[in-house]
T-cell receptor, first 114, second 117 residues
Framework: DTGVSQDPRHKITKRGQNVTFRCDPI?????LYWYRQTLGQGPEFLTY????????KSRLLSDRFSAERPKGSFSTLEIQRTEQGDSAMYLCASSLVGQRTGQFFGPGTRLTVL | AQSVAQPEDQVNVAEGNPLTVKCTYSVSGNPYLFWYVQYPNRGLQFLLKYITGDNLVKGSYGFEAEFNKSQTSFHLKKPSALVSDSALYFC???????????????FGKGTKLSVIP
């Protein structure tokens, strides 16, 4: 399968713990996006990268959140000192510069903070 | 700022009947519009997009959407619904004039489509 992959698919953690998620985009895609989706809502944009540069961050991305894409390939999203309000589905998407196509989404990581 | 409204939380339709899922948008520049479908415990799957050109856009699985600039709408349609079309559908918009700026998609809240056998 050459689509976007995310790991883990599910994560249960206790409040106050740190968690890290990984996203592997479609191999030739140079843009990578993170979204958060809560129950009954559409995905909300968090941040995006072009190659290794983080070009935009949403106000939703508090200072407890950090994202990296060190070599312009896979990306990680870390949440420090998790709170119950962080419980959500975290979606990763990728696209190719110059192609006006839709973003292609991974299956998501479902985070539950107890 | 850009926004999307999907006025119906749920749409029920009998199998074989035509279906419409409504979407209206607001964006300052030229709209790039998208429809995605989400099945339970799955990620979003791209259905179709409007960037420019014909107002009627054809996509995957027999779906199509009509772009109406004057009504700022991009309704999703299918001539004959299948039970397997039952899923959550999301409309999304991006500002096509953002240049090197924002590439973020803004999504609606989603519409649950139920196709009744």
């Amino acid at each position: 399968d050459t689509g976007v992959s995310q790991d883990p698919r599910h994560k249960i953690t206790k409040r106050g713990q740190n968690v890290t998620f990984r996203c592997d985009p479609i191999s030739e895609h140079n843009r990578l996006y993170w979204y958060r989706q809560t129950l009954g809502q559409g995905p909300e944009f968090l941040t995006y990268f072009q190659n290794e540069a983080q070009l935009e961050k949403s106000r939703l991305l508090s200072d407890r959140f950090s994202a990296e894409r060190p070599k312009g390939s896979f990306s990680t999203l870390e949440i420090q000192r998790t709170e119950q309000g962080d419980s959500a589905m975290y979606l990763c998407a990728s696209s190719l510069v110059g192609q006006r196509t839709g973003q292609f989404f991974g299956p998501g990581t479902r985070l539950t903070v107890l | 700022a850009q926004s999307v409204a999907q006025p119906e939380d749920q749409v029920n339709v009998a199998e074989g009947n035509p279906l419409t899922v409504k979407c209206t948008y607001s964006v300052s520049g030229n709209p790039y519009l998208f429809w995605y479908v989400q099945y339970p415990n799955r990620g979003l799957q791209f259905l179709l997009k409007y960037i420019t050109g014909d107002n009627l856009v054809k996509g995957s699985y027999g779906f199509e959407a009509e772009f109406n600039k004057s009504q700022t709408s991009f309704h999703l349609k299918k001539p004959s619904a299948l039970v397997s079309d039952s899923a959550l559908y999301f409309c999304a918009v991006r500002d096509g004039d953002s240049g090197a700026g924002s590439y973020q998609l803004t999504f609606g809240k989603g519409t649950k489509l139920s196709v009744i056998p």
